[in-house]
């Protein structure tokens, strides 16, 4: 992967401007400080290597040399109500492309894609604000691509594979990429779509179960997850047959059966 290849495989797609790095520390840091600074809407920042990767709540995210994608993409929202749909938006676009691979892909709410149970992809949406108002949003994927950028166990709080493992061989990291950023073009279009929250809820993991989801402001509530709401939140039965809503933060999920 470098500057020009990418510039290559991505040609016939209306991105902005690309930003390549063979190591950096967070490529979401890189990502916002250019968006400040007024990067073109679909420019991304993506890295053969962070060593300073994160996940929510400042937690490590893992992307070792070459094993992974790791890009972080500028979105200039048209529409500030969409902006709590854009991690489903993430998550749905990386499902579709393992979709593709006849993998099955499910999406643990708000902002992971699992494999066969386990973790495969993070996503981590942060905003550039202007004053009051959103001036710019940045969408962090990472991926794990060959077996060899799965963490070790001792670092992770739930399990984890690559795509290689899944499939037996790795997809081409860049094509990966191609196939990404095309099905989230696409699916922008129909953001504002009753369907969007279709897709995204049929994708959802552990639709049925009984789920639990802790957050930091919050005491930790258990239900069984039932689906979205329109904005993206999450929808679930309490032991008493009462409706909770769980919206967006830094919220965790765990099936408890
Ligand atoms: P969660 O949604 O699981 O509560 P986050 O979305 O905040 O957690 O993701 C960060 C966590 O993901 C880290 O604490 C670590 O356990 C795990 N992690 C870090 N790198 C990877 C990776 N490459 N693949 C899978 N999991 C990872």
Redesign the pocket.
């Known amino acids: 992967m470098n500057q020009r290849s990418l510039k290559k495989t991505l040609s016939s797609l209306p991105v902005g401007e690309i930003r390549y790095f063979e190591s950096i520390g967070s490529t979401n840091d890189e990502a916002l400080a250019w968006a400040a600074a007024g990067a073109r809407d679909l420019s991304f920042v993506i890295a053969d290597e962070q060593t300073a ?1 994160r ?3 400042n ?5 070792p040399k070459q094993t ?1 994608l790791a890009f972080s993409l500028i979105l200039r929202p048209a529409s500030n109500s969409l902006l709590s749909r854009t991690v489903g938006l993430a998550a749905l676009s990386i499902a579709d492309s393992l979709l593709k691979y006849g993998l099955a892909p499910s999406i ?1 709410w ?3 894609v699992l494999l066969s149970g ?7 949406i942060e905003t550039v604000w202007s004053g009051t108002e959103v001036d710019s949003l940045v969408a962090g994927m ?1 991926i ?1 691509v060959h077996k060899e ?3 070790p166990a001792q ?4 399990p ?3 795509i290689e493992d899944e499939m037996g061989h790795p997809p081409d990291r860049e094509e990966l990429l191609r196939d990404i950023l095309t099905a989230f073009i696409a699916r922008r279009l129909q953001m504002e779509r009753a369907n969007f929250i279709k897709s995204w809820e049929e994708l959802l993991a552990y639709r049925g179960e009984q789920v639990q989801v802790n957050a930091s402001d919050t005491e930790t509530r258990s239900g069984k997850l039932l689906g979205l709401e329109s904005d993206g939140s999450l929808r679930l039965l309490g032991q008493h047959g009462e409706t909770m809503i769980v919206h967006f933060g ?4 765990r099936p408890t059966s």
């Not at 937690?59 to 992307?63: A, D, N, Y």
């Not at 830094?250 to 999920?253: C, G, P, T």
């Open positions: 990767g996940g929510r709540l937690r490590k995210w893992f992307t992974a643990k708000p902002n992971d386990k973790k495969v992809a993070g996503i981590l990472g794990n950028s799965v963490p670092y992770l709080q739930f984890a594979t690559s830094d919220v965790s999920l």
